[in-house]
């Protein structure tokens, strides 16, 4: 039987490895949208490829062009944040999620609320609105709603799970390679370029979370993202540095059993897992020979290093509303390094800035979790951080 899917972000980095696997297997699956931003010409290359229903860009002004490329195809075409999440209401059977940042919460909403399963890349669903997001989930189980983990972190974690009672769980240990920087002194991080956080030294993805990483900004949504997920308090979750991004994550038990998730770093395995789940299948993924690694390495993070993952532990302590102000703060702050209007060290100053002063609105942090009041912490934290960093 064929199965409908559906890729949000698909010309991003866990967009192109989701359709690397569904094309090697073209009759198992049928395509139903795919969703793109400016990079229009790969988006109708892989609507035309997969032979989707509809391909949808996020901008207006590439609407013409995207149009143009589909013209005579049969491919229904739009364009916009409206239009996407339209176009995550069509029914299917399995959801890719990798939309990068806030944006990717109202069609990941969507697809639940048809009943899809989401396979989800995009952490900042679980970061911004995690208790609206699983309440939605389990709504419409019925329907067949359902999350599945795709960040490597999370699916390891999800892994070391299987068939084990929540009850034994001591705790559970992210890994973070340390980034473009791990090894930097702190006084030289202020001088990092945009080029030098660009560069990851294991793992190839979009831009944005390979800067996060250099910042430990995307470790510190994964410990915010470990603990909607898998309901696990934040005195349980750890973060450990290695090196090798061989070890993804482990599992701590009650008997002191640590179960490791091991694998080579590509999403591919990842992406796979929440393709075939619960069962598994081949994948085109390195086989490990561990005899020629010799050694893994792990070494306890830094906070002076890293604020972001005090800040992290700040956001679950408030609960509420503060994973959506931390990350839309976040976002702001990125984009202010990207344009070079802050420096890389400025980041994590304006973010705590922006937390300190909206955390100040209890009637903002504890607001209603629902998708309006999601949004409206989101552009007021957006708001305060564009105040900061104009007055830097
Ligand atoms: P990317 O930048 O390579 O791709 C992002 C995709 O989202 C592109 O298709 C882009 O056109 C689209 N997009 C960007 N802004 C948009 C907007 N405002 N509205 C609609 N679409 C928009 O990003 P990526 O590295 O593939 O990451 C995607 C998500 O997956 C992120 O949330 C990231 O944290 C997460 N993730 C990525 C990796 C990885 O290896 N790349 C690993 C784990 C988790
Ligand atoms: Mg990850």
């Known amino acids: 039987m064929t199965r409908r899917i559906s890729i949000f972000g698909s010309t991003g980095s866990i967009g192109e490895s989701t359709i690397d696997l569904i094309a090697r297997d073209p009759e198992a699956y049928e395509t139903v949208a795919l969703t793109g931003g400016h990079n229009v010409a790969r988006l109708a290359e892989q609507a035309l490829q997969l032979q989707a229903e509809i391909a949808v860009t996020a901008h207006e002004e590439n609407l013409a062009e995207l149009r143009d490329r589909l013209a005579g195809s049969g491919i229904e075409t739009a ?58 989930a389990r709504k419409h189980a019925d329907k067949g709603a359902r999350l599945l983990p795709v960040d490597s972190e999370h699916s390891a974690v999800f892994q070391g799970l299987v068939g084990e009672e929540m009850s034994a769980v001591e705790r559970i240990i992210i890994t973070a390679s340390g980034g473009a920087f791990r090894d930097w002194p702190i006084e030289k991080l202020a001088e990092a370029t945009l080029a030098q956080a660009s560069a990851h030294p294991n793992w190839d993805m979009g831009q944005r979370i390979t800067i996060d990483s250099a910042s430990m900004f995307n470790k510190a949504l994964e410990l915010i993202e470990t603990h909607e997920f898998f309901g696990v308090g934040p005195d349980k979750i750890e973060v450990l540095v290695h090196p090798q991004s061989l070890v993804h994550a482990l599992v701590g038990f009650n008997d002191g059993a640590l179960m490791a998730h091991i694998g080579p770093p590509d999403m591919r395995h990842a992406i796979g897992y929440a393709l075939h789940w619960p069962t598994r299948k081949r994948l085109p993924v390195d086989r490990l020979d561990l005899a020629a690694i010799g050694a893994l390495e792990f070494r306890a993070p830094d906070e002076t290093r890293w604020p972001a993952l005090r800040l992290a532990r700040e956001v679950m302590q408030a609960g509420g509303l503060s994973g959506a102000v931390f990350n839309a703060a976040k976002e702001a702050a990125l984009d202010g390094f990207i344009a070079g209007r802050i420096n890389f060290v400025r980041m994590s100053e304006v973010v705590e800035e922006v937390l300190t002063r909206l955390s100040a609105d209890s009637g903002l942090i504890h607001a209603d979790i629902n998708l309006d009041n999601v949004l409206r912490a989101d552009q007021m934290a957006r708001n305060e951080a564009a105040r900061i960093i104009e007055t830097t």
């Open 79 to 136: 364009a916009g944040a409206r239009a996407i999440e339209e176009a995550a209401r069509r029914p299917a059977d399995w959801v890719m999620s990798a939309i990068v940042g806030a944006a990717g919460l109202p069609p990941g909403l969507a697809a639940l609320e048809e009943g899809a399963t989401l396979a989800l890349a995009n952490k900042e669903t679980l970061v911004t609105a995690g208790p609206l997001v699983l309440e939605t």
